[in-house]
């Protein structure tokens, strides 16, 4: 369980952060989404105790994280797949807070395998790591202490397909075991799969949060002509409908059914026809993606589509 | 997923009774760390192999008269007095240079805990060292000076002075360490600094008044010499205020109050 209040940190005058708040329940993976510089790493090190916060608080398990009997064995943090000493072999950062948090030290051989890397590379310098293994490493750190939650910044930063659909499975059932999992990312499409609840922010806010059911819901129809899109449009107006292009093909804000019918009376042939899942939610991402080179800057936050408001 | 694999994820059973990881183990954490490194590694073997070299020479070259136990000792403890402050600066600074610190501040969240862990550490490994020291001019001087009369002559005061001697040089490179947060400038002003003081101090006639009771190279000196005088231990320890204290508070606030990235 995690549970942020009203964080904010500002820096020189100008807010990182401005009073982000969220919850994460055991048994659910969390996406915490946004553009790069949105203020994601600042929060998660806010949560972690290692930023203290200009206002508002957070709690890990109940507790301020600082509070915490022994923080390794009941939370797994990665923040940095690049924080290891690049002098130390895979095996001996592992070792080094296995003996810290009072961990067998057997675990860290099974977890270097668990993630991936084998005998050979755990011998290896953290040095000549690429950024994948290093990840992997980072995870293998964050469940070394058999935590009960789990805190990820960026974690599929640097795996390659095969890693990425590795991670999620593992991600999903750390949490179908009861775990809590909150994991940034700057990517729609990578915590989609596996999250089931969605914290948006950008430029220090929240924009949207919800499950991702909810956030996803049918937000309206694509469709699009066999042949003909300007006469499908043509025909969808007659219905008093209000096509919109976009890349996927027309976007109508009616339901599928209607719009099949609509398409029907004007005699256009139909190559697709589907729900628009969260084509509402890309679009809000795309528009604050364009806004992530002046994140932290002033310029305030995309506001949010009506569709995601109501979520809120 | 195979039962392998499922072993090794949360179990979800009731958690056992945590502890607050003691800093006993905080201590043997920090002094793996100093050894699990390249640098670290190869500074203690220069350490050890330095000071086999300097007491093989004491006992081998120069007259009886300085075939003291005293004298070996006192010779034996530079070469660690010298290299084992930058195992103390490393010992803080690379978690700065390396982002350790995201992970070692994760795990102890209380940082005065862990600045604790490494003076504690960089203390035991002085009294490692000086173990080393005096065991090897104990051989040393059996082997040259053995019946030499005199020679066996060492009061307990004179090891504790030595111990302390090295222990302020060890504790002095972890405040340097922690007072800069970055490894280049501490070990270089680590050593810079006192020097250049020196020679201001001896240079300039009306700082030399202050330099008796500031200068590390004057003040520390006496310790592996001979007996303080009253007067010694008070320039003692107003340098050591000075040159170890002040550095020390110093990274201990900046540890303490700085966001860590």
Partial sequence: MIEAEGLTKNYGGKAAVRDVGFRCEPGTVTGFLGPNGAGKSTTLRMICGLTPPTAGSSSVLGMPYARLTNPGRQVGVLLDASAQHAGRTGREALGVSAQLMGVDRARVPELLERVGLERSAAKKRVRQYSLGMRQRLGLAHALLGDPEVLILDEPANGLDPVGMRWMRGLLRDFADRGGTVLLSSHLLREVEATADQLVIIGNGRIVAQGTRDELLAGTGTIVRAATDDAALAKALRAADMDPRETADGLLVDAAPELVGQAALRGGVALRELRAAEGSGLEQLFFELTGDGDSAGGDVSAPTPTPALEATR | ?261
């Fill in chain 2, 1 to 261: 997923m195979s039962t392998a694999d499922a072993a090794l994820l949360p179990s979800r059973a009731p958690a056992p009774a945590l502890t607050r990881p003691g800093l006993g183990r905080l201590t043997l954490v920090e002094l793996r760390k100093m050894v699990d490194t390249r640098a670290g590694f190869w500074l203690q073997l220069s350490v050890a192999a330095l000071t086999l070299l300097i007491v093989v020479v004491t006992a081998l070259t120069g007259h009886d008269s300085d075939h003291t136990l005293s004298n070996m000792l006192n010779n034996s403890v530079q070469p660690a007095s010298v290299l084992l402050p930058i195992v103390g600066i490393l010992l803080v600074t690379s978690e700065w240079s390396q982002s350790t610190t995201l992970t070692t501040f994760a795990l102890v969240p209380q940082r005065s805990r862990v600045v604790s862990a490494k003076l504690l550490a960089s203390l035991a490994l002085a009294l490692a060292a000086f173990v080393i020291c005096l065991a090897l001019s104990l051989i040393a001087t059996a082997a040259v000076a053995g019946g030499v009369e005199g020679a066996w002559h060492l009061p307990a005061t004179m090891v504790l002075q030595m111990f302390v001697y090295l222990a302020i040089a060890m504790v002095g490179g972890v405040a340097f360490g922690a007072a800069l947060l970055s490894s280049a400038p501490a070990i270089v002003l680590s050593f810079v600094l006192p020097i250049s003081w020196s020679i201001v101090s001896n240079l300039i006639a009306g700082l030399d008044s202050v330099g008796r009771w500031l200068d590390p190279g004057r003040t520390y000196a006496p310790l592996t010499d001979h007996l303080l005088s009253g007067k010694e231990s008070a320039r003692l320890l107003t340098t050591v205020l000075v040159w170890v204290v002040l550095p020390l508070a110093i990274g201990v606030w900046r540890i303490l109050r700085s966001e860590i990235k």
